[in-house]
Nanobody, 125 residues
């Protein structure tokens, strides 16, 4: 099982990044995919999630209106487009896969079975 997050980097405040999460080794199409982030000294924070068919999307409150999650099941990849980035968005971003999640569980990291290694996002001038 592998979830490979990529696309992070250093960006100026107000800039954009598009993260990717590529999956291998499991029946990806049956899993909901979530993004979580963790900054040094802070708890893991829910960013966004998308249902396995892409019919529902969820966002953490600080991300609404700025981040967009999407998925391409043919490519086994989920994307996180991040716009209007702020210094407080600086963190390591992880993608995770969870099966049979109910709506109230999509924002909770403990319900996800598989995790990627993360990609660093730094927003700084």
């Amino acid at each position: 099982v592998q979830l490979q997050a990529s696309g992070g980097g250093l960006v100026l405040p107000g800039g954009s990044l598009n993260l990717s999460c590529a999956a291998a080794g499991f029946n990806y199409g049956d899993y909901d995919i979530g993004w979580f982030r963790q900054a040094p000294g802070r708890e893991r924070e829910f960013v966004a999630a998308i249902r396995w068919r892409g019919e529902s999307k969820y966002y953490g409150d600080p991300m609404k209106g700025r981040f967009t999650i999407s998925r391409d099941n043919a490519k086994r990849t989920v994307y996180l487009q991040m716009n209007s980035l702020k210094p407080e968005d600086t963190a390591v971003y992880h993608c995770a896969a969870g099966a049979n999640l109910i709506s109230s569980s999509t924002t909770m990291s403990r319900f996800y079975q598989y995790w990627g290694q993360g990609t660093q996002v730094t927003v700084s001038s």
